[in-house]
């Protein structure tokens, strides 16, 4: 069964910080996926990563993702208010999508 | 831009009864998700659909769920008899088979009491 872990699951940040979340997964699969929520809210679609050494970038926001180490990670640069949030990988194993457990984002003035 | 709906965005409902959510995916979207989220807790996949079939499903969507594309537009969430631990936001999402992205809707709550 595919298994998402994600770490940290809660991070406070000071504004202008940089950090890293880390998503591991069990399983071989072709396509990996981060989203934002805010509370209360639905999922906001941020990246989807679909290869070996595939990197994107959005504003403040980095995610790559290593097949072989079975590992994506989400940069956070200079962070600000604007971002605090809950952060969600999730993977794709065959149309039977595994998300991690969230990881919780505060960014402090 | 194109969007997912879903309704109701509130539906409260007895221990046992029936109930249905609805949501209709991006037109030109052939993959369909459902999936919940227990307040506070992860995002839990429940079932995709395809070409008016099941594709995957997991192992909560059991016998009490059923899913279903009536018309060209819907597609419709069942649950036969509503049990308290049904409580949770449930999304509908579609997927893009182009750029493989994931468009959910804004959810329905479903309290079981």
């Known amino acids: 069964e595919l298994k998402v872990e994600q770490n940290p699951l809660f991070l406070s940040m000071q504004e202008g910080k940089n950090y890293t979340i880390y998503c591991n997964y069990s399983t071989t699969s072709d396509r990996l996926y981060w989203y934002r929520q805010d509370p209360g809210k639905s999922l906001e679609s941020l990246f989807v990563l679909l290869s070996n050494g595939a990197v994107k970038q959005e504003g403040r926001l980095m995610a790559s993702l290593d097949t072989k180490a079975r590992l994506s990670t989400l940069h956070i640069t200079a962070a600000v208010h604007d971002l605090s949030a809950t952060y969600f990988c999730a993977v794709d194993g065959n149309n039977d999508m595994r998300f991690g457990a969230g990881t919780r984002l505060t960014v402090k003035p | 831009e194109p969007e997912v709906t879903q309704t109701p965005s509130h539906q409260v409902t007895q221990m046992g009864q029936e109930v249905i959510l609805r949501c209709v995916p991006i037109s030109n979207h052939l993959y369909f998700y459902w999936y919940r989220q227990i307040l506070g807790q992860k995002v839990e996949f429940l079932v995709s659909f395809y070409n008016n079939e099941i594709s995957e499903k997991s192992e909560i969507f059991d016998d009490q769920f059923s899913v279903e594309r009536p018309d060209g537009s819907n597609f419709t969430l069942k649950i036969r008899s509503t049990k308290l631990e049904d409580s949770a936001m449930y999304f509908c999402?579609?997927?893009?088979?182009?750029?493989?992205?994931?468009?959910f809707g804004p959810g329905t709550r479903l309290t079981v009491t």
């Open positions: 999402a579609s997927m893009n088979t182009r750029s493989y992205e994931q468009y």
